[in-house]
């Protein structure tokens, strides 16, 4: 799963496929962001029109815009303004406000610009920003019926990995910033729990099952040195001293910048997310239930939303359903295969038992275990670095690293994650693995997880948009569910392609891993459209899949508050595949793999139907 992060309020990048675009009438040439770390790369390889030229300069402004008004993307980016002392306006203010300006930039995108007299390129680019802006206002419709915090999407968690993981300390101004940050927390949990209050009032409350898992986050957030007396220091507190030993500035300079850091994380800091827990206290009570967003106020239609916006196809949850089903069909009878080739006797359901059950399937549930499996997913990556360059005509400059969920934020977190790495360079793509409980990590399964989340996945595709020459900036960052994870999800069956899961069960892990996206299809659906129970859901998967019993929880809790997310999935690796197969039909001879991947991810993220018309072009005329 790739991790997206905000731009803006409205602009979820992934999570929506939205973008969030400002308002704005642009002038002859973009504004410039407040750093030259962003450099304006839009001059295309091929001719300009010049009414190319014309839209290219508008879609800078807006992206340049976006970024400068959004200080925690700046960081993501590696960018450092004057507005690094400060966090990203959340409010549902600053939400109203960009919705009008978004539907003024519909308004100038559509009235200013020649569609006709645009390249081919520009065209596309035309249309993918008017998707975004078209998505974003369908999505403030919405607004309220998001959850502001849940035990999934870690939200009350960000400011802690954006200073830890992002924040970087290279000056005595940064460390002041990052101080100032500290002491912002209080202000931004205080919006937070506003929210809270707003939607609650709305009759929007997480499920009865949130709760625990968010107030022991919350916990853990406030514990440690110097909040209290804990052997263990705060993971900020340990991060800021490090970062700060590094400058080369003077002892007292040093020692008065850690002083005024505990004495942020002892007050603003404490006292923000003390509230937050507080306000989370409250309102345990008042929920008592664990239903779809079918039950929330517009439920029915905010499902049908993210429905479009995590598949950006025009599918009924019925259908997709379905589709679900079928597909767990047909892979249960490639998984019965690979039981008679190694012997196994006994049905499909004893099979799943054996997976759970297997020592060999798992690692030492110890540090010990934890190292092995990180140098287990290092050597994979590794290894599919070897033989990229027969599949795919470029790479990303960008390094990967292989890494540990921080122990403090596992409860809020999926199994495994990709963050995108920074645009200048200085932040490597990570794969973060969660290793919480060893018991629950299948070593069969992880190895898919591993290409999925790191090569030829998501590092293969996210980190090579962001350096690909000739594109407007928001087609570098933005992004599309259903084609990011549809790539990832692909990426897992190239590997078996390219000579990878040569031992049988190790395929069945593969296999394990695709069905568990199948399997989305039928419980996302059925938990919103069909009113399943979180019981229902968890049995469907039990009779389904191998996954461990715990995992399935997990997963399961995923898709109540996380609605629609998990059918990108498969969706986008049947539309990624479906479209393979047609250039291996029709171009024969002439096919090679390497062309048809820089067709899929050689021009940044895009709709499933924009895709399929980009390759249908690469057919008809080349690369």
């Not at 591993?450 to 948009?465: D, K, N, S």
Request: aromatic share 10%; with cysteine.
């Amino acid at each position: 799963m790739f991790q997206p992060r905000k731009i803006s309020a409205t602009m979820l990048l992934l999570g929506a496929g939205s973008l969030g675009l400002l308002a704005c009438k642009p002038t002859d040439q973009p504004t410039a962001v407040a750093s030259d770390a962003i450099q304006n790369d839009t001059a295309n390889t091929v001719a300009l029109t010049s009414e190319d030229v014309r839209i290219n300069a508008y879609f800078e402004e807006i992206f340049n815009r976006e970024v400068t008004q959004n200080p925690n993307f700046q960081t993501r980016l590696g960018v450092k303004t004057e507005r690094q002392s400060e966090w990203s306006d959340t409010s549902d203010a600053f939400a109203k406000q960009e919705l009008q300006e978004s539907q003024a930039d519909l308004a100038y995108l559509t009235h200013n610009f020649d569609y006709d007299k645009l390249s081919e390129d520009a065209k596309l680019s035309f249309d993918l920003f008017k998707y975004n802006i078209e998505t974003s206002i369908n999505n403030a419709k919405f607004r309220r019926q998001f959850y502001v915090v849940d035990q999934f999407n870690g939200q009350f968690a960000n400011p802690l990995t954006l200073l830890q993981n992002a924040h970087k300390i290279d000056t005595q101004q940064d460390a002041e910033d990052y101080i100032a940050r500290l002491n912002g927390v209080e202000p931004l949990m205080a919006e937070m729990v506003a929210k809270l209050q707003d939607r609650a009032e709305l009759g929007v409350i997480p499920p009865a099952f949130s709760f625990p898992a968010m107030l022991t986050d919350i916990s853990n957030i406030v514990a440690g040195a110097p909040i209290d007396d804990s052997e263990n220091e705060h993971p900020l507190y340990a991060d800021f001293k490090q970062k700060v030993a590094a400058l080369t500035i003077a002892d007292n300079d040093k020692s008065r910048l850690i002083a005024a850091a505990e004495a942020a994380i002892q007050g603003p800091f404490r006292r923000g997310y003390t509230a937050l827990f507080d306000e989370i206290k409250r309102l345990q009570p008042l929920q008592d239930k664990n239903l779809g967003v079918w039950a929330l106020p517009d439920g029915a239609a905010f499902y049908e939303n993210r429905i479009q916006s995590h598949t950006t196809l025009a599918l009924s949850a019925e259908e997709i359903h379905q589709i679900g089903l079928d597909d767990v069909s047909r892979i249960h009878t490639e998984m019965q295969a690979i039981m008679a080739e190694i012997g196994f006797t006994g049905n499909l359901q004893d099979f799943f038992t054996f997976v759970r059950t297997d020592p060999n399937n798992f690692y030492p549930d110890s540090d010990a275990g934890r190292e092995q499996f990180l140098e287990d997913a290092r050597r994979q990556t590794a290894e599919i670095f070897k033989l990229a360059g027969d599949y795919f005509h470029q790479l990303p400059k960008a390094e990967l690293e292989v890494r540990r969920v921080e122990p403090w934020r596992e409860n809020s977190t999926s199994i495994a994650f990709y963050n995108r790495p920074s645009q200048d360079g200085s932040r490597p793509g990570v794969y973060y693995a969660n290793l919480a409980d060893m018991k629950g990590v299948q070593k069969y399964v992880f190895k898919a997880i591993t290409y999925h989340e790191g090569v030829p996945g998501h590092h293969f595709q996210i980190a090579l948009a962001q350096e690909l020459e000739g594109l407007p900036k928001f087609r570098k960052f933005s992004g599309y569910n259903a084609f990011a994870e549809g790539w990832a999800l692909y990426a897992e069956k190239l590997a078996r392609e390219m000579g990878f899961y040569q031992q049988p069960l190790h395929n069945f892990g593969r296999l394990q891993d695709e069905i568990w996206r199948s399997v989305r299809l039928v419980t996302d659906t059925g938990i919103h459209a069909k009113r399943w129970t979180r019981q229902q859901a968890i049995d469907y998967f039990m009779t389904n899949t191998p996954i461990s019993e715990q995992d399935i929880i997990t997963e399961v809790e995923r898709y109540f508050v996380n609605p629609g997310q998990a059918l990108g999935y498969k969706m986008g690796m049947i539309k990624i595949l479906e479209l393979r197969e047609k250039a291996q039909s029709e171009l024969g001879e002439r096919y090679d793999i390497r062309d048809f991947h820089s067709a899929v991810i050689g021009a940044g993220s895009l709709t499933l139907p924009v895709l399929q018309r980009r390759v249908n072009a690469y057919i008809a005329n080349g690369l």
